[in-house]
């Protein structure tokens, strides 16, 4: 699988990042296979976060053996210093490591959870300097989180930055417009940046629900290629986060694995091929 440089981190992460959502309910038999089976593919990233149910519990025995070789990647919800220190040492023991690569700012969706967040960042800040993680990072899903970021950016010394990217938002000419500045201004001062929900379709609405994340996947190879292609595809975006469903997972790796360039009229045709379906924003209570 291709590699591609995380911004200053200088990590060349592969194009697909594992995501740790897929795991939030699953077994130790499901995810050994899963982890095994990126790892195969070339995946050398992996994203997890406390929020994601078993995640750290059933990942982190399978770390250690590969931990030379494994970008590693958590996150955090709290608010307070004393609360972020706490779940981090958590993390840390969950997951078998004496630190992580990179530790983020989770969910941080508007200006108001921005301002709420200062003394979590002065926490990480100080992890950081102490060696209990290596850069920090900030994330968030929802329609404002590409203007956040950009001003978190401008506020504080961040190494990267984690939004959604994909084909049906980008029919948004708000949001992508708020996340193309946030890319631009990203790649000036050397921020990585990476997409989630390259794979979403829609939200669930009345449907039964067939995969085990919050929004409706794509689920056929040439719909979950179109998206991560896409992401992929937009400059300055370095990797793509992997569904949060382990039957979409090799789909995901797949196209992670047979990326080829989406051009500006690819781009386009995607776009406009998905521009009537729902945004699956704002995420469901």
């Not at 995946?43 to 399978?62: F, I, K, S």
Request: proline share 7%; aromatic share 6%; glycine share 6%.
């Amino acid at each position: 699988m291709e590699q591609r440089r995380l911004g200053r981190t200088g990590h060349r992460s592969s194009l697909a990042i594992l995501g740790g959502a897929a795991f939030w309910d699953s077994d130790p038999e499901t995810t050994e296979r899963a982890f095994e089976l990126a790892l195969a593919a070339g995946v050398n990233h992996l994203d997890v976060a406390p929020q994601y149910g078993r995640a750290q519990e059933l990942l982190g025995p399978l770390i250690p053996p590969v931990r030379d070789r494994l970008f590693v990647a958590c996150k955090t919800l709290r608010h307070h210093p004393d609360g972020v220190r706490a779940q981090l040492e958590e993390s840390l023991r969950l997951l078998h490591c004496d630190h992580v690569d990179l530790y983020q700012l989770h969910a941080v969706t508007d200006l108001d959870e921005l301002e709420a967040r200062a003394g979590a960042i002065d926490a990480i800040v100080t992890a950081r300097d102490e060696g209990l993680c290596r850069w920090v990072g900030i994330t968030g899903h929802e329609l404002g989180a590409p203007a956040a970021h950009l001003e978190a950016l401008r506020r504080y010394d961040l190494d990267t930055v984690m939004f959604p990217v994909n084909p049906q938002l980008w029919s948004d000419p708000s949001y992508r417009t708020d996340a193309e500045a946030l890319v631009g201004h990203a790649s000036e001062h050397d921020v990585g940046v990476m997409a989630i929900k390259a794979a979403a379709a829609r939200p669930w609405g009345d449907r039964a629900h067939t995969a085990s994340t919050w929004y409706e996947p794509y689920a056929t190879r040439d719909e979950v290629t179109r998206g991560v292609r896409f992401a992929l595809s937009i400059p300055g975006v370095t990797a793509i986060c992997t569904p949060g469903d382990t039957a979409v997972l090799p789909l995901a790796l797949a196209a992670a694995e047979e990326y080829v360039p989406m051009s500006e009229a690819e781009r386009d045709a995607a776009v406009a091929a998905v521009s009537d379906e729902p945004s699956i924003f704002p995420m469901p209570v």
